[in-house]
């Protein structure tokens, strides 16, 4: 959400803008107005039989890219068991794990037993009390240490770390200097290193190894020019081969070289640094959206060697990063517009096309072409666009929170209240349903159960194991607070955070 609140705090306000044209760009410029050109497939190479005179046969080799398109759907790597970031892993697929409750389970404990995590932000609205967690605020689950750990930010300007069994603080309280709205994410390596940002213009690296989280260093968002929007960080960072790669709403692409240690005491150290970044805008988005609103809110994605982001523009980008560590810039490969702010984040599925939700708020003739709903094939040059499915009749409209997929299906949820099951290969919606909106959070989906949040404080368990079927209700049950935060399961419990003020995990009976 891009309005002058400095992120999305509430409902979203009519914007205006125009439209621009298709083009997949190569190069290193932003603005380059070159040829089209696809994006790199996976980095996989092939061999011949080793035997005389054997027919050729292709020989399975190890992945030795950034982001293994095998990994679609599953778990942050095999170092640290739980679910790391938002969304689960480096292309945003994975959602966590059972066994799902199929009859209505019960609230095992919430945080804080009394009182509500709330703070005051000032936004175009003023100084107000913000309470619980909203978008995306998807906590972290994770072993360490022979037990559960449960990490999140809220808006009571603080980072939170507790037992998962008990809902007992682990570590004290870290305190920002203002709310949090986004999702840390845990160091998938093993290192002891919580990421995070905040509304306090810092993205920080914390040290869990400590009697107390300890900063190790943070990012400012005026450290990089220029910039545009405002500096809040929202999306959750990626962490691969000892790189941060992360987007912020000062509307840059940033990439850190982390140089993770451990010193002489046997204490977690980092010593970062900034190797890229680039605006996530170029000159022709500016001249079609007719604003400055083009923050990147979403948490990026890697596929392959390709990272992918959007932003509040509207704009889509793609970025090789495949040789980077040989010491070349990233160049970016894939641009595509939407033609409205497009903050959900995006997920990838094993053969590297994009599902990207957009809102629909500056009413531009592109928006209207192509939808709010869409799958994006980056092979396909100059024409990615696959389908797409419009939202614009129902009002509000729009998508902000991220698809889920799930086998052959693409399930979206909308700014008006609709959760979407859609074929992943035609584009046909199989099914639908409503509930009271808005649902910003991002569906989930364990052991073929969606599991989603209405703005009554009710969260919703349906089968959906039948694909081609509408989804059958198991249960609901009863939270308190519009559900803006998106859950995460581990080993059956599900953790959500509401905007009532509290935190809340939840078992089976």
């Known amino acids: 959400m891009t309005t002058p609140r400095h992120g999305r705090l509430g409902t979203a306000g009519a914007r205006l803008g125009v439209f621009a044209l298709v083009v997949v760009l190569g190069g290193t410029s932003c603005d380059s107005g070159g040829p089209s050109t696809d994006n790199p497939g996976p980095q996989r190479s092939g061999g011949q039989s080793s035997t005389p005179n054997a027919p050729a046969s292709p020989v399975p080799t190890r992945f030795t890219g950034w982001s293994d398109p095998a990994g679609v759907g599953r778990p942050y790597g095999d170092k640290v068991p739980g679910l790391l970031t938002f ?48 978008w995306t605020g998807q906590p972290a689950v994770f072993e360490r240490g022979g037990r559960t750990w449960v990490v999140f930010g809220a808006y009571d300007h603080k980072i939170h770390f507790l037992d998962a069994d008990s809902g007992e603080r682990i570590l004290p309280d870290f305190p920002t200097g203002d709310i949090i709205k986004g999702s840390v994410t845990v160091d998938p390596d093993g290192f002891p290193l ?39 960080w929202d999306g959750a960072g990626l962490i691969l081969d000892d790189y941060l790669f992360l987007g912020g709403e000062n509307s840059q692409f940033h990439i850190v070289k982390l140089n993770r240690r451990y010193g002489a005491d046997g204490k977690v150290t980092v010593r970062p640094k900034l190797v890229f970044n680039a605006p996530g805008w170029d000159s022709r988005l500016l001249r079609d959206v007719d604003d400055r609103m083009v923050s990147i809110e979403n948490s990026v994605a890697i596929h392959g060697n390709v990272v992918y982001f959007a932003n509040s523009g509207g704009l889509v980008q793609g970025w090789d990063i495949s040789g980077l560590k040989q010491g070349r810039k990233p160049e970016r490969v894939f641009r595509f517009w939407t033609g409205d702010d497009t903050d959900a984040s995006i997920a990838v599925d094993e053969a590297g096309a994009l599902y990207v939700g957009s809102e629909y708020e500056r009413g531009t003739a592109r928006s209207k072409q192509f939808g709010q709903m869409m799958k994006l094939d980056p092979k396909r040059g100059a024409n990615p666009a696959v389908w797409h499915v419009d939202d614009r009749a129902r009002r509000p409209a729009g998508i902000w929170g991220s698809p889920a997929l799930h086998r052959d299906l693409a399930i979206f949820d909308t700014q008006g209240g609709e959760v ?8 046909a919606v199989r099914w639908r349903f409503r509930l009271p909106g808005p649902t910003w959070q991002s569906p989930v989906v364990v052991d073929d159960v969606l599991v989603i949040g209405d703005c009554n404080g009710f969260l919703h368990a349906y089968d959906i194991a039948d694909t081609a079927a509408a989804p059958k209700p198991l249960w609901k049950l009863k939270l308190g607070g519009c559900i803006e935060s998106t859950p995460a399961v581990w080993r059956g419990r599900i953790y959500v955070g509401t905007r009532a003020g509290a935190f809340h995990a939840i078992t089976a009976r």
């Open 87 to 134: 969304r689960g892993n480096p292309t945003r697929t994975y959602y966590g794990s059972g066994p799902m409750p199929r009859k209505t389970p019960v609230k095992d404990w919430q945080f804080p037993r009394s009182g509500g995590l709330c703070g005051k932000s000032t936004d175009e609205k003023g100084t107000r009390v913000w309470c619980g967690t909203g």
């Open 420 to 427: 979407l099951g859609v074929d992943r290969t035609s584009g």
């Open 194 to 232: 919580v990421y995070s940002g905040s509304r306090d213009n810092f993205y920080r690296i914390l040290a869990i190894d400590r009697g107390r989280p300890t900063e190790l260093w943070r990012l400012s968002a005026k450290a990089v020019s220029p910039t545009m929007w405002n500096d809040d």
